[in-house]
């Protein structure tokens, strides 16, 4: 008998296995049309009825208020980098990120072609496995906002105190951790998420701004990157990623009926990562990248410790044969790395703790 296969891939990732089922189902005749969601006009009553369903189970799920625009756009949340400091670093063209990784570096690199971004806090090189304590004195009362990565997907850490900025409107990329849990949206300016780890297919980025912030960007910039334009066109300025959205809509409904909101799914996240950081820090060959509070739930690097690369190669490779796979670890980090976003299955971290456990006991 097969095993089940177990993606622990850090982007794209696993789907819930009912979505993909139901996206199955309905693949080749979307409800009686005889046409797929891929073929369906984006300007159709089909396809309208999924674009406003998703925002209206999002907005559901996140409790996002009537003052916040949600859109979904594409570009991925690189496109992102640019579009915020395009449309929000416009008063004083300053803005304070602080860097946690290598993603949070790329965002303020970028916004370095706009402006004078500036970094406040760096967990950059040996400090890399901590988030650092932001605090009100170190935010410049001029920046037009700060920058944060909610989740930090390659090194594996997370924020769990927000920093207090004031009225300075915090910006935060949650790519790697959103809808991981309840989160009070009213504390940010704008977040944003490619959607590739826990909403659904890559080709969607999810926007949800505040109102007041739309509508700042200079003439120049291009209409694809104004959020001005988008939120005039409501959502359909130009062809969106329908089947993506489609997928997205069919993992918040999932979310929402099957899991039954964020706070169960956040219960369920946090005992599958503390099951997954028992096993590892109990484990005799390896051993955790990140050691403290900041450990994220999504994203678990581990590795050998005694820094032994052949022992990694025979980990990852029997682990493959067992169907948990796509387990290696960053480029740039090297070691293990197992994404356990909101699809992972219980059963899935029980597997792999079950293969840590056994491959212990064989090579130790
Ligand atoms: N930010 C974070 C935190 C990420 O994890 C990633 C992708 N892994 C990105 C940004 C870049 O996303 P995209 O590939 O959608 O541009």
């Known amino acids: 008998i097969m095993n089940p296969v177990y993606n622990f891939s850090a982007g794209p990732s696993t789907l819930p296995k009912s979505v993909l089922k139901k996206a199955e189902a309905e693949l080749s005749n979307y ?5 797929s969601v891929m073929e369906l006009s984006h300007r159709g009553k089909l396809f309208m009825d999924i674009i406003q369903d ?13 003052d916040y625009s949600v859109m979904f756009l594409q570009g991925g949340a690189s496109t992102q980098f640019a579009m915020v400091p395009m449309n929000l670093m416009v008063n004083n063209k300053k803005a304070d990120y602080v860097v946690t990784g290598s993603w949070a ?24 496995s901590h988030i650092p304590k932001v605090t009100r004195d170190m935010i410049d009362p001029e920046a037009d906002y700060v920058h944060i990565t909610t989740n930090n997907t390659i090194e594996g850490t997370a924020f769990y105190d927000l920093p207090d900025t004031g009225d300075i409107p915090i910006v935060a990329d949650m790519s790697s951790n959103i809808l991981s849990e309840q989160i009070d949206v ?23 701004i505040r109102k007041d912030l739309i509508g700042q960007a200079d003439s120049s910039v291009p209409s694809m990157l104004d959020y001005a334009v988008h939120q005039k066109a409501k959502g359909i300025y130009n062809t969106p990623p329908t089947f993506s959205i489609y997928m997205a809509k069919l993992v918040f409904d999932w ?23 028992e096993t590892i820090d109990h484990s005799i060959l390896f051993e955790a990248s990140i050691k403290d509070r900041d450990r994220s739930w999504m994203n678990v690097p581990f590795l050998s410790k005694t820094g032994d690369e052949e022992l990694e190669k025979k980990f990852l490779k029997e682990a493959e044969a067992r169907g948990l ?11 293990m790395r197992a994404s356990i976003y909101n699809a992972m299955p219980v059963e899935g971290v029980q597997a792999l703790v079950d293969f840590i456990k056994e491959f212990d006991q064989k090579n130790s």
């Open 105 to 128: 570096q790329k965002a303020y690199e970028e916004a370095k072609k706009f402006g004078t971004p500036r970094v406040i806090a760096n967990s950059h090189g040996a400090d890399l």
């Open 325 to 335: 796979v796509t387990l290696k670890g960053h480029r740039s980090v090297g070691g």
């Open 186 to 208: 009213t504390n940010y300016g704008l977040i944003y998420a490619g959607a590739q780890k826990n909403i659904g297919p890559a080709g969607m980025t999810v926007v949800i």
């Open 54 to 66: 998703a925002e209206k189970t999002l907005r559901e799920l996140m409790n996002i208020p009537d």
């Open 255 to 277: 979310l929402k009926e099957d899991i039954g909101g964020l706070e169960n799914m956040a219960k369920i996240n946090e005992d599958k990562a503390n099951l997954l950081y």
């Open 31 to 35: 409800k009686g049309s005889g046409m």
